[in-house]
């Protein structure tokens, strides 16, 4: 069947996710990411329009295999739990392994399959959580209709946690006229971590997204009252009048961060997948309260990769080349105000052919993997140096600052182990009945296992 808008459970489908996750690369384990053929008899994997944006945090990081530049040789400790492990001592290497290698499928890898649930793009998406290395997920409300109720929200978060039990699901209102100084007392009295601003019309199910952002001055002050994060999509819907196109408007927004942060000293808030230069310099340039989000696919991408594949397409578009490299230099830069979100959002196949097409990418199947490998091709640039990819950094990228922003406790203590060599990106994701295709971001190109410990 084909799963349309129309039918209840829609709004599952329409999920928009962030993945929170914690993720440890500790020992090499070489293991293969499914292949394609073999992801055709599994029913597990994504749905259309639910984006999700994945925080990988990923706290200790081994690999021993010989790699172009081992990742895995920082000599920090892991967080909580972790031995120290001899052995994970040294410089970067420089050796690329072949890119071919092991095909089996490991059976160490955390793989559910839901059964009893209607197959729907949630249904498929929620294993694909934990095979990209994520056990922590940040939910976005842009649900249709959008998440403005608390017993909304605590609903939803009931379905994921029966899809996926295995991963913690922080919930998130969507900033809304519905949402009063009440609704924040009562969201936060229910553990519902954030709330996430979409300014109107300028992404996927933004239709109910904000107008102006006065009228939710007194919701602000009661978030920063009850320590609730507010999330922000921060671009400015496109205006002819004003010059303002997808390749400005999240620069075009940052007076909007800027002026929130200052009425709002107090007030949590994360810049969600930053793509520009100037976002991350505003960013550095607010205090401790203000964080940013960084994608793995905008650590590929520039304005030359979208304008012509659909499968690179995606809100905010990925910007100059100059703006991918301020990017990468802040994943390696150890600096706690920018941590990682995936932003991974599964599109049907068929809506990224449209004449009219949508925008996401899906990158949550092998979103750890991704991160190292752009970081990778960030050293083969020459835009950072192999030396600055450390364990340490990157754990605090993919793990720990976003946890401690969130405040979030890593009850689960799971690590997860990224290896090479590893099988290619499928070519195509389809689930089990083949009524749901997805295109995954960066098909066909070669990336690391993950494993859980
Ligand atoms: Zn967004």
């Not at 490991?106 to 793989?111: D, E, I, L, Q, Y």
């Not at 403005?148 to 209102?173: D, G, Q, R």
């Not at 310099?281 to 990769?305: M, N, Q, Y």
């Not at 990224?352 to 083969?380: C, M, S, W, Y």
Request: hydrophobic fraction near 35%; proline fraction near 6%; include cysteine.
């Amino acid at each position: 069947m084909r799963a349309g808008g129309a039918e209840s459970g829609a709004t599952e489908r329409r999920a928009l996710i962030n993945y929170m996750t914690r993720t440890c690369i500790e020992a090499s384990k070489p293991m293969t990411i499914l292949a394609g053929t073999q992801w055709r008899a599994d029913p597990s994997f994504v749905e259309q329009n639910s984006g999700q944006a994945v925080y990988l945090f990923s706290p200790v990081y081994h690999t021993t295999q010989r790699r172009r530049h081992d990742l895995s040789t920082a000599t920090t400790q892991g967080s909580a739990g972790e031995a120290p492990r001899p052995g994970a001592t040294g410089g970067s290497r420089h050796a690329r392994p072949p890119t071919r290698g092991r095909n089996d499928r490991a059976s160490g890898v955390p793989f559910t399959s839901i059964q009893n649930v209607a197959d729907n793009m949630l249904t498929n998406t929620s294993p694909t959580i934990r095979r990209g290395g994520v056990n922590t997920v940040f939910v976005m409300p842009n649900l249709v209709p959008p998440i403005t109720t608390v017993k909304h929200c605590l609903a939803y978060k009931e379905t994921l946690e029966s899809l996926e039990p295995n991963v913690t699901f922080l919930m998130s209102l969507y900033l809304h006229p519905n949402i009063s100084p009440e609704t924040v007392i009562e969201a936060k009295r229910a553990g519902i971590a954030g709330i996430k601003s979409y300014p109107h019309g300028v992404t996927t199910h933004s239709d109910h997204g904000v107008m102006s952002y006065e009228h939710f001055y007194p919701v602000f002050e009661e978030m920063e009252r009850q320590d609730m994060v507010l999330n922000l999509h921060g671009e400015l819907p496109p205006s002819a009048g004003k010059d303002i196109t997808v390749l400005n408007a999240e620069e075009a927004f940052l007076p909007t961060l800027l002026d929130l942060h200052q009425r709002f000293p107090k007030l949590r808030i994360i810049l969600e997948h930053c793509t520009s230069a100037a976002a991350i310099e505003a960013v550095k340039s607010c205090g401790p309260t203000v964080a940013a989000t960084i994608t793995a696919h905008h650590l590929f991408l520039i304005v030359d990769d979208w304008a012509g594949d659909p499968h690179a397409f995606c809100k905010p578009v990925a910007k100059l080349p100059s703006d991918r490299r301020a990017l990468l230099k802040t994943v390696v830069s150890g600096d706690s105000k920018f941590f990682f979100g995936t932003d991974s959002a599964p599109h049907r196949a068929e809506t990224k052919r449209a004449d009219r097409v949508a925008a996401g990418v899906f990158t949550q199947p092998h979103a750890v993997g991704f991160v190292i490998d752009a970081l990778e091709q960030g050293v083969e640039m020459g835009v950072i140096k192999a030396e600055d990819v450390t364990k340490e950094k990157l754990e605090n990228f993919l793990s720990e600052f976003g946890r401690s922003f969130y405040k979030v406790e890593d009850t689960r203590k799971e690590r997860i182990v990224l290896s090479r060599p590893s099988d290619a990106v499928e070519n195509l994701l389809r689930s089990a009945d083949g009524s749901v295709e997805v295109v995954p971001f960066r098909r066909a190109k070669m990336t690391w296992g993950v494993s859980w410990r």
